[in-house]
């Protein structure tokens, strides 16, 4: 299986603070690669897929680059309703996987 | 509007078999493949398989091979997933969302596994 990871796996920032999460596959994935946001009790939600598509209805502050094995998540200016974990999933193999999760939190 | 509404919470004692359901709306339901994924306490989400809502076919993870059944029935637009030989560690939010990439998802089913 492909395995992905997330760094930092929790990061603290304030609001209107510049974030940058960070992915990385086990191997290349192409652009096969999206960004979910998930609040406590909630179900994921899609923001990001094909590495830099910003899915319908979701904020332009949020924004995804790279391909290959590294990616990244940038918020560009936090908003409260922003703090959450986020988490990147690769599509290329159909066995789907997950990054960890990095849990954004209020400083 | 697109959405996937889920069964009800689940208490399973180890050994049992569980069965959630997956009700689509708002969208072609025989278009799209339906997933299931889950999220067991404090980890990271889990994908199981997934059904081609057209065909019936079905793909699994190798992890969950053997315990896990996915079905679905178009007159119903409702997709199910059915875990066997449940154990303690099977303790988990579990999802249903639609197609790839996963959108939209189903709101979860906490089943909890305990004797």
């Known amino acids: 299986d492909i395995q992905m990871t997330q760094s930092p796996s929790s990061l603290s920032a304030s609001v209107g603070d510049r974030v940058t999460i960070t992915c990385r596959a086990s191997?290349?994935?192409?652009?096969?690669l999206s960004w979910y946001q998930q609040k406590p009790g909630k179900a994921p939600k899609l923001l990001i897929y094909a590495a830099s598509s910003l899915q319908s209805g979701v904020p332009s502050r949020f924004s995804g680059s790279g391909s290959g094995t590294d990616f990244t998540l940038t918020i560009s200016s936090l908003q409260p309703e922003d703090f959450a974990t986020y988490y990147c999933?690769?599509?290329?193999?159909?066995?789907?996987?997950f990054g960890q999760g990095t849990k954004l939190e209020i400083k | 509007q697109v959405q996937l509404v889920q069964s009800g919470a689940e208490v399973k004692k180890p050994g049992a078999s569980v069965k959630i359901s997956c009700k689509a709306s708002?969208?072609?339901?025989?278009?799209?493949?339906m997933q299931w994924l889950r999220q067991a306490p404090g980890q990271r989400l889990e994908w199981m398989g997934w059904?081609?809502?057209?065909?019936?076919?079905?793909k699994y993870s190798q992890k969950f091979q053997g315990r896990v059944t996915i079905t679905r029935d178009t007159s119903a637009t409702t997709a199910y997933m059915e875990l066997s030989s449940l154990r303690s560690e099977d303790t988990a939010v579990y999802y249903c969302a639609r197609g790839v990439p996963f959108d939209p998802w189903g709101q979860g089913t906490l089943v909890t596994v305990s004797s």
């Open positions: 191997q290349s994935i192409s652009s096969y």
């Open positions: 708002g969208f072609t339901f025989t278009t799209y493949p």
């Open positions: 999933q690769q599509s290329y193999s159909a066995l789907y996987t």
């Open positions: 059904i081609n809502a057209g065909d019936g076919n079905t």
